[in-house]
């Protein structure tokens, strides 16, 4: 059976689907709109992700197109669709240690562009709008998060079985700087990645100096 959206299979023959709204950002009537379609589906189990998604459990196979199908005509462009992971701050509209001049929504907004441009396979990417990374910026694939005037943009971090921080690659970037650098390292991916390798592998592979020199192009 095909499926219009990515699912992962349960034991059961039952199927999971997760979605990326608003970079999990919603208002209570989004949540009673979720629940509603959850209920019309049959699907017995949901959880908030660590990657700010909602994930549906449980779902019979014949209920994932249509549930997908009703999830995109609610929330429409809403629905954030990045190939890999985008993690985004709550930002200044919500914390306090967010730095003034930064937007990190419209930042991840430009890089899901950039990932549906590319095809570098599984890219986490981490968005933060100060130091604190509370969005895990600096255990992503590519991290960007706001340190004085400017971005810093980070490669090769991993927070599964090899943990540790992705080394600097640029800093005290604009906005526009910021969106070369990431595209230019999703094209690095795209050329020098082994199939599904991630990119700390590929870091301790090819060195992250190649990596630098190619930014410098």
């Not at 589906?41 to 196979?61: E, L, Q």
């Not at 990645?193 to 592998?201: I, L, Q």
């Amino acid at each position: 059976m095909e499926f219009n959206t990515q699912v992962t299979a349960h034991k059961d023959d039952t199927y999971a689907l997760s979605i990326n709204l608003d970079y999990g950002f919603m208002s209570p009537d989004d949540l009673i709109k979720i629940a509603e379609l959850a209920k019309k589906y049959n699907v017995t189990k949901m959880m908030a992700t660590t990657a700010k998604k909602v994930s549906f459990y449980n779902v019979p196979a014949e209920n994932v197109n249509p549930l997908w199908d009703d999830l995109k005509a609610t929330f429409g462009a809403r629905l954030r669709t990045p190939k890999g992971k985008i993690i985004v701050c709550p930002g200044k509209d919500v914390c306090k240690f967010a730095m003034p001049g930064f937007d990190g929504h419209a930042m991840a907004d430009e890089i899901t562009k950039i990932s549906q441009a590319h095809n570098a396979g599984k890219i986490k990417v981490g968005v933060s709008t100060c130091p604190r990374c509370c969005s895990m910026a600096q255990v992503r694939d590519i991290g960007v998060y706001a340190a004085g005037k400017g971005w810093t943009v980070t490669v090769g971090g991993n927070g599964a079985s090899r943990p540790h921080t992705g080394g600097v690659v640029a800093s005290g970037l604009s906005d526009e700087e910021v969106v070369k650098v990431v595209d230019k390292i999703y094209s690095f991916f795209e050329a020098t990645k082994n199939g599904d390798e991630r990119s700390a592998k590929l870091l301790d592979r090819v060195g992250v100096d190649e990596l630098k020199a190619y930014l410098e192009k």
